[in-house]
Each structure stands twice: as structure tokens, then as C-alpha cells.
Nanobody, 113 residues
Framework: QVQLVESGGGLVQAGGSLRLSCAAS????????MAWFRQAPGKEREFVAR????????SYADSVKGRFTISRDNALNMVYLQMNSLKPEDTAVYYC??????WGQGTQVTVSS
């Protein structure tokens, strides 16, 4: 099992930036990939970005491509999501995920117009 704890959410104006962090613990040596998902009120949870733990290959949802950057620090067992040019539609609870079946508790991101 892998335990995940997110941090870094908050309230920001449209056009601003936030950096989310996710700390992984437990069986981190078994991680294949890490990802960020988000869930807005009344909507289903959706994929945001993913990074392979060992080779760093990344992928993004079309809605965030060019604005968000996912990165990781293997030595610290950390994953980050740098979010720039934020829009009100980015407002959601953001969740860290490892290998599809390990979830953090989520962190709220609110973008005001």
C-alpha cells in the first residue's frame, strides 16, 4: 500500500498560479506511475496529469495542456503539479493517485473570476 498526502491548495484569482504537492509513503518502491485527478462539484472525477515514476514520461488532459506541469522528486517521494494561467473552471478538489488504486484525501483549489 502507498499512502498519499496532498497540500498546496487554496484560493487564487483567474490567471494566477498554484503548486500542489503530494507526499508518498509506504511501498513507494513499487510505484509505477503517479497522477493528479480533480473533481468539481456535481461532476465526475477526471484525469488531469500523469507521470511515470522511474522514467518521468508525462501525459496531460487536453484541458490543462500548456498550463499545468507535473513533476516528481524520487529521492523525496514527492509529486508536484504546477498550475499556471488558472481559470475558474479549474476549481475542484485535486487528488493525488498512485497506480490507479491509491488515493490521497484531496486538496481544494478555488479560482475566482
Amino acid at each position: 500500500q502507498v499512502q498519499l498526502v496532498e497540500s498546496g491548495g487554496g484560493l487564487v484569482q483567474a490567471g494566477g498560479s498554484l503548486r500542489l504537492s503530494c507526499a508518498a509513503s509506504g511501498r513507494t518502491f513499487s510505484i509505477y506511475y503517479m497522477a493528479w485527478f480533480r473533481q468539481a462539484p456535481g461532476k465526475e472525477r477526471e484525469f488531469v496529469a500523469r507521470i511515470n515514476w522511474w522514467d518521468g514520461v508525462t501525459s496531460y488532459a487536453d484541458s490543462v495542456k500548456g498550463r499545468f506541469t507535473i513533476s516528481r522528486d524520487n529521492a523525496l517521494n514527492m509529486v508536484y503539479l504546477q498550475m499556471n494561467s488558472l481559470k475558474p473552471e479549474d476549481t475542484a478538489v485535486y487528488y493525488c493517485n498512485a497506480d490507479g488504486n491509491n488515493w490521497g484525501q484531496g486538496t481544494q483549489v478555488t479560482v475566482s473570476s
